[in-house]
């Protein structure tokens, strides 16, 4: 029998608020255990929660950027569980009126465009951190994360593939860091996510049984534990078994995923109303003035880059996948306006360096300026593109000019002919054997005399001036 794979996604993306939701404690990250805390973080008995308004604006940025509809009135829920790192024995959540629903991003695969729906997204705070103790049978407590303020995107179950729901996520990140609510930074937990796969006959109506994959600390994981999973459950079907609904834990070093617990259901959390908190009421004003704010999305920018600097649409992809890739390649362009050429570079050498260093296009070596001057120094043919190889590794290296670099090094292109013609006549010279072989029809040999010259001038030689004088002389 053939099996569709149907997958949901859910995002937790911590917000980059200075303060906690529900108290000033500072979110930074890295502190020492337990010194970003207070009597409402640690959920004493008496104590109040504030609400952050910018929690609520971080929110609606989000909400617009993933064309959800925000609700006017939406309201806090109580969570309730028990478990160590989490104080008060509730999680303060949204349940039936989140802030935002009926959203959507759209994606391509393999030149397909698809549009996953957005479910949901609401606002929640985080829970603190357990520190098992490997030498010793105990686990310490650090709440210095409890109510850092998360907001939970939920997608509906419109992904078919591992390769869609990496795209689906790639996007996602994209956006939240355009929007600069998330740092996106997946390792170290600010962009966390669930994975629900089932499958069902090709051709079915109805869903299957889902199964809830944790613990995918990155993009390559999420793809490999869903792929994991949807092969695990039609081995299951096909023996005759059958899929139970439960949360399963991706195990990276042994490439599987493994039974964690049964799946809790809403029931189990007996949600209702926050007392302490009142409803969230959200004007047209406030939103109006938040799009007034928001940057540009990476999806726009793309058709821009398109249609502004005719690229091509893989081209646009790549370099709007990044917000500060983008402000790198239009700066380059402004101080020198050859796009594809730029775009060149940039996907190229400028990434192998970046990649080779673990590096950052905001830590990149090369200013965008000497790079757009590096295009320029081609395209004007004072240096050949072998030579600007060698300058573009020699820029990386230090902080010098393109220009600098080959005036002190002496690699200017020698465009004057006689100078070439000087070589190519002691090449010609020294090979007599291969000239008498040219004229008798091997042809072919232009290459190899192309190549001695470029040779003897050190590589400086203009190949469009070496050619010519070659043929003429042969
Ligand atoms: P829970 O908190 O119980 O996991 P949510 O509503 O927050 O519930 O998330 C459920 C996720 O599972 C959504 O992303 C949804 O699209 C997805 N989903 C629901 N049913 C299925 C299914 N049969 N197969 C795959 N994914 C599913
Ligand atoms: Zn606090
Ligand atoms: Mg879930």
Same mark, same amino acid.
């Given at each position: 029998m053939e099996f569709e794979p149907v997958i949901g996604l859910e995002v937790h993306a911590q917000l980059k608020t200075h303060s906690k939701i529900f108290c000033n404690c500072s979110t930074s990250f890295g502190a020492p255990p337990n010194t970003h805390t207070c009597p409402v973080c640690l959920g004493m008995p008496g104590v109040l929660p504030v609400l952050n308004k910018k929690v609520v604006e971080f929110s609606i940025r989000t909400a617009i950027a993933t064309d959800c509809k925000i +609700?006017? =009135? !939406?309201?806090? *829920?109580r969570k309730n569980y028990f478990y160590p790192d989490l104080p008060k024995g509730y999680q303060i959540s949204q349940y039936e009126l989140p802030i935002a629903e009926f959203g959507h991003i759209d994606i391509e695969v393999d030149g397909n465009k698809k549009r996953i729906g957005i479910t949901r997204i609401h606002m929640e705070e985080d829970a603190g951190k357990l520190n098992h103790d490997p030498a010793r049978p105990i686990s310490m407590v650090d709440f210095n994360r409890t109510g850092v303020p998360l907001i939970e995107i939920v997608s509906e179950p419109d992904i078919r593939s591992p390769e869609e729901a990496g795209e689906y996520l790639r996007k996602l990140r994209s956006i939240v860091r355009y929007i600069d609510v998330c740092d996106g930074n997946m390792e170290e937990g600010s962009f966390r996510c669930d994975a629900n796969v089932s #499958?069902?006959?090709?051709?079915?109506? @109805?869903?299957? @049984?889902? @199964? &809830?994959?944790?613990? /995918?600390?990155?993009? =390559?994981?999420? %793809?490999k534990a869903i792929h994991y999973e949807i092969k695990r459950q039609e081995a299951l079907l096909e023996e005759g078994g059958t899929v139970v609904l439960e949360t399963r834990l991706w195990n990276d070093a042994n490439n599987r995923t493994t039974s964690m617990r049964s799946k809790e259901e809403a029931h189990d959390y007996r949600y209702f109303p926050d007392p302490d908190l009142l409803p969230i009421v959200i004007g047209d004003e406030w939103i109006s003035k938040v799009k007034k704010d928001l940057p540009e999305l990476p999806n726009?920018?793309? &058709?821009r880059f398109i249609k502004d600097y005719e690229?091509? &649409? $893989?081209? *646009?992809?790549? /370099? @709007?996948?990044?917000? &500060?890739? *983008? %402000? $790198?390649?239009?700066e380059c362009v402004k101080v $020198? *306006?050859?796009p594809k050429p730029v775009s060149n570079w940039i996907m190229g050498s400028l990434m192998a360096i970046l990649n080779a260093e673990g590096k950052s296009i905001k830590a990149s070596p090369i200013s965008a300026r000497n790079?757009?001057? /590096?295009?320029?120094?081609i395209d004007e043919d #004072? #240096? !050949?593109g072998k030579i600007a190889k060698t300058v573009f590794e020699e820029m990386a290296k230090t902080d010098r000019t393109p220009k600098e670099i080959v005036e002190e090094k002496g690699l200017v292109q020698v465009t004057d002919t006689s100078a070439i013609e000087v070589i190519i006549d002691e090449v010609l010279s020294k090979n007599p054997d291969e000239v008498e072989a040219y004229k008798n029809g091997k042809t072919k040999l232009m290459g190899f005399f192309v190549g001695q010259v470029m040779k003897a001038s050190k590589g =400086? +030689?203009?190949? =469009? #001036?070496?050619?010519q004088i070659l043929k003429d002389k042969l």
């Open positions: +609700a006017r =009135k !939406s309201r806090f *829920a #499958i069902r006959p090709k051709g079915s109506e @109805t869903f299957g @049984t889902r @199964t &809830e994959l944790k613990n /995918l600390n990155s993009f =390559k994981h999420v %793809e726009e920018k793309k &058709e690229l091509p &649409e $893989y081209d *646009a992809n790549f /370099l @709007t996948s990044f917000r &500060e890739l *983008a %402000e $790198y390649f239009e $020198y *306006a050859k790079l757009a001057d /590096l295009v320029k120094l #004072i #240096i !050949s =400086k +030689a203009n190949p =469009k #001036i070496v050619n």
